[in-house]
């Protein structure tokens, strides 16, 4: 579990090194994988407001809550993204990620969120 962990920690620091040109060549985008996977529900500021395409989705704010977003680890966010709401006793209709993205693309939508 170490390993991971220092793994994560490194993507993390990668992806918050990458400059706009870096990006371009390939590199996952945080914020283009987040508007386009995870917007819908907590919307663009990852405050469930614009972005949120209503509908079925939820309603979620709590990305945009910065006490509570402090108060969880990168190790937390990246679990919650690869398996769902459900795994960690939130909305079921969060979605597992971790077959569709990748430990990189993850860790890039996670140093994202940081920023709201």
């Known amino acids: ?3 991971a962990g ?3 920690v490194l993507t993390l620091a990668c992806t918050a ?3 706009p040109a870096a990006a371009q060549d390939g590199a996952p985008n ?3 994988l987040f508007d386009r996977m995870c917007a819908g529900c907590h919307g663009n500021r990852g405050d469930g407001g614009t972005g949120h395409r209503g509908g079925f ?3 979620v704010g709590t990305l945009a809550d910065k006490e509570y ?3 969880v680890t990168d190790e937390y966010l990246v679990f919650v993204i690869k398996k769902g709401g459900a795994a960690v006793g939130k909305m079921a209709t969060m979605p597992a990620w ?3 993205l990748s430990d990189e693309e993850i860790g890039s939508i996670v140093a994202h969120i940081r920023q709201f």
Do not use: D, I, V
Request: no cysteine.
């Open 1 to 3: 579990m170490r390993a």
């Open 6 to 8: 220092a793994t994560l």
């Open 17 to 19: 090194a990458l400059t």
């Open 30 to 32: 945080g914020q283009k």
């Open 57 to 59: 989705s939820p309603h």
């Open 69 to 71: 977003m402090e108060s």
């Open 98 to 100: 971790e077959k569709r």
